[in-house]
């Protein structure tokens, strides 16, 4: 669909205005959320990742792209989320210590809130301690971790460590994240991996025992 390259296009370029009027666009083109994510949002993000990596654009760019995906997002999160039914399970979710990169994270979260999970979202640089005291204090089901960076990818480990060394018998743990495979989630001892938002929800309901 045409629309769907021009808002990859739009959120590459960091085009705000554009973005929103595309993605309201195609709201009421009748495109579903998920496909306004999925092959609108995150194709432009991905250009934007290797565009960047080919020393094509810089940090400011990626910046201006990544708020005009965020405001984007922000209209979609409510089309996302069902309301009016009390959540069976609670997910804390956050972003590793040491790594800023929220746009995935926020992501599965939305994804999660649409599944009628309670999400409890500790937001980005997150130290092991402070996931260990939001399972404990919130009693979660699943807590999601997320990591952008390799440099990051230790950070990881060490919490799923903390995690597992903190005994919470309902606990599970999820990783995901660019860099994150399901062979580095198996090393480091996570419940369970998702390549993207979508399989995020998939998951998530299977480490609670509602196979999907
Ligand atoms: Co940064 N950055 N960045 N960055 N950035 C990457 C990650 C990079 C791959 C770019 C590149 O070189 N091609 C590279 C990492 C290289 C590496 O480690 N191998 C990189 C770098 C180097 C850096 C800095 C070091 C740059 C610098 O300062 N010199 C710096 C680090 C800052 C820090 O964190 N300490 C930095 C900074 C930034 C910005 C602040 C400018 C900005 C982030 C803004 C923000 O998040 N608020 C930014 C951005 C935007 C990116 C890219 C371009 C896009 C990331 C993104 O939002 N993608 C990224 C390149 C890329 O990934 N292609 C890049 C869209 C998002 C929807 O995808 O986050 O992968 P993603 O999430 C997916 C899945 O991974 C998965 O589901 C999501 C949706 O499908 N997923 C999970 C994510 N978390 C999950 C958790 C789960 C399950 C699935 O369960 C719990």
């Known amino acids: 669909m045409p629309l769907l390259t021009d808002l990859s296009a739009a959120v590459a370029a960091g085009k705000r205005i ?5 993605t309201q666009e195609l709201l009421a083109a009748g495109t ?4 306004v994510v999925e092959q609108g949002l995150v194709p432009g993000m991905a250009n934007v990742g290797e565009l960047f990596r080919r020393n094509e654009i810089f940090v ?9 995906m965020k405001e984007a997002l922000k209209l979609l999160e409510p089309l996302l989320a069902k309301a009016g ?6 997910v804390v979710i956050g972003t590793v210590q040491g790594d800023l990169h929220d746009i995935g994270k926020n992501l599965v979260a939305m994804m999660w809130k649409g599944a009628n999970f309670a999400v409890v979202d500790l937001g980005t640089n997150v130290s092991a301690d402070r996931y260990v005291a939001a399972a404990r204090e919130h009693n ?5 971790l997320s990591a952008l960076l390799t440099t990051t990818m230790p950070a990881m480990k060490e919490t799923v460590r ?4 903190a005994n919470l018998p309902n606990v599970k743990i999820m990783v995901g994240g660019a860099p994150i495979t399901q062979a580095f989630a198996d090393e480091i001892g996570a419940d369970g991996y998702s390549a993207d938002a979508g399989s995020a929800v998939n998951i998530a309901l299977k480490l609670v025992g509602e196979a999907a």
């Open 162 to 165: 903390l995690l597992k060394e």
């Open 140 to 144: 979660a089901n699943v807590v999601g």
């Open 85 to 90: 039914i009390k959540p069976k399970y609670t």
């Open 60 to 68: 400011p760019e990626m910046l201006v792209a990544a708020r005009a």
């Open 18 to 22: 554009d973005t929103i009027r595309i």
């Open 32 to 35: 579903s959320p998920q496909d």
